[in-house]
């Protein structure tokens, strides 16, 4: 069995990602820190696939103690790399923290993969780095444009990183892939997000106001240059996106890519607006909505969604789960959470 290290793996891309890795064949050994998860999302990836993965609490910006993870899993032959710190709020207010602990963790796991002989890295990415695209929708060659906050610049940073190293380190591949909107949970409602304290995404805000935690959501403008005059974003399933994680595993492993670096837009190619993803949550669930149209926020993107053809060509993935769907799914994991007394 192949043993990949998923780091972040308890988060919640990465426990999606550590189930479709595990239904798969693969044999997983999550490092995360419990920084933004639970140390019983483990018993629920074990209660999805029948399979305990092993889980180290240990910091990637801890060299020595993810040295130790490399020499008591031995042959680990590839790496998912989630743990990053995500809220772009805060990572304007503590910029250092997002540089400290998004940079070094990254330099760190390529400081340790040829060392022991790891083949290749999957790495987290994120279409914050397009900004506001010139041309919709936005393929992979588009420009880079200067980040927007702290959190942006890290992933930019992390992938000019990745580039300069592969290029530098023979036997060392990576896959990046750039994910629109991940939102949705698992369709057990055993895995999902867990927010922490007022959620900044859209999607747990809504399943929170429509579940009486939060009395009521802001739609953040509604005189953009959109047909309803609300921002326009790529939402993408959660567990179709883990599935891409497990593609881009196997690609790796096979030595299957055309280029020692690739990269990869993870989106379903379908804009949606604000004002029509809650219509679609109200029609899905059949639960009222108490919504407001309030100021733009600061520093939001008008409208982006992804050229996703060539992750459908190329790897042979597309999105396939309807909004619908996904939505009904992140609005089971609000209910299960209310049961467990989570939130
Ligand atoms: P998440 O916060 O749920 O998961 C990240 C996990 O990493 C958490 O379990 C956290 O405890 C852990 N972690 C953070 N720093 C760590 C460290 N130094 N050492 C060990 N563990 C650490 O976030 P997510 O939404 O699952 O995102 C996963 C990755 O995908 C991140 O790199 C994020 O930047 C990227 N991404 C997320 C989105 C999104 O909208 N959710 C979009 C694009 C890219
Ligand atoms: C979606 C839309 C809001 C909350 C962020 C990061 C990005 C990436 C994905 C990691 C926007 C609107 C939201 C609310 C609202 N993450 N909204 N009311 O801004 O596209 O991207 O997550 O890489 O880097 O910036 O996602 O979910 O915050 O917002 O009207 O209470 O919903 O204005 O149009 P966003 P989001």
């Not at 180290?56 to 032959?77: H, P, R, S």
């Not at 780095?129 to 890290?154: F, H, Q, R």
């Not at 326009?232 to 492993?253: G, M, P, Q, T």
Request: net charge negative.
């Amino acid at each position: 069995m192949k043993r990949i290290l998923v780091t972040g793996g308890l988060g919640y891309i990465g426990s999606h990602s550590v189930v479709e890795l595990q239904q798969s064949g693969y044999e997983v050994v999550i490092v995360d820190n419990l920084s933004n998860s639970r140390a019983d999302v483990v018993d629920n990836i074990q209660a999805v696939t029948s399979v305990r993965p092993a889980f180290e609490k240990v910091d990637c910006t801890d060299l020595d103690a993810m040295e130790g993870v490399f020499k008591k899993y031995a042959g680990i032959e590839a790496i998912i790399h989630f743990a990053a710190s995500k809220a772009v709020g805060e990572s304007v207010q503590k910029p250092l923290l997002y540089y400290r602990n998004n940079i070094v963790s990254l330099l760190n796991l390529l400081e340790l993969m040829p060392r022991f002989g790891v083949k290749g890295l999957v790495f987290s990415s994120s279409c914050t780095v397009y900004g506001e695209p010139d041309v919709l929708p936005v393929t992979e060659d588009a420009p880079i444009k200067p980040a927007t906050s702290p959190y942006g610049n890290t992933k930019q940073i992390n992938e000019e990183i990745i580039r300069d190293f592969v290029k530098a380190q023979d036997g060392v591949n990576a896959i990046l892939l750039r994910y629109f909107n991940p939102i949705g949970a698992h369709p057990t409602a055993l895995l999902g997000e867990l927010p922490n304290g007022v959620p900044q995404n859209l999607v747990p805000y809504i399943t929170q106001t429509a579940i009486g935690i939060r009395e009521q959501l802001s739609v953040f403008g509604d005189d953009y240059d959109t047909p309803d005059g609300s921002c326009i974003r790529d939402y993408i399933n959660v567990v179709d996106l883990a599935k891409a994680h497990v593609i881009a595993i196997d690609r790796i492993l096979n030595d299957k890519q055309k280029e020692r670096v690739e990269v990869f837009n993870i989106g379903t190619g379908r804009g949606l607006s604000v004002l029509e993803l809650v219509d679609m949550f109200q029609k899905a669930t059949g639960v009222k909505l108490n919504y407001k149209i309030t100021g733009r926020r600061a520093g939001d993107i008008e409208k982006v969604w992804a050229d996703p053809r060539k992750a459908n060509e190329e790897l042979g993935w597309k999105a396939e789960t309807s909004v619908e769907d996904t939505l009904l799914s992140a609005w089971k994991w609000q209910l299960k959470l209310r049961e467990k007394g989570i939130q």
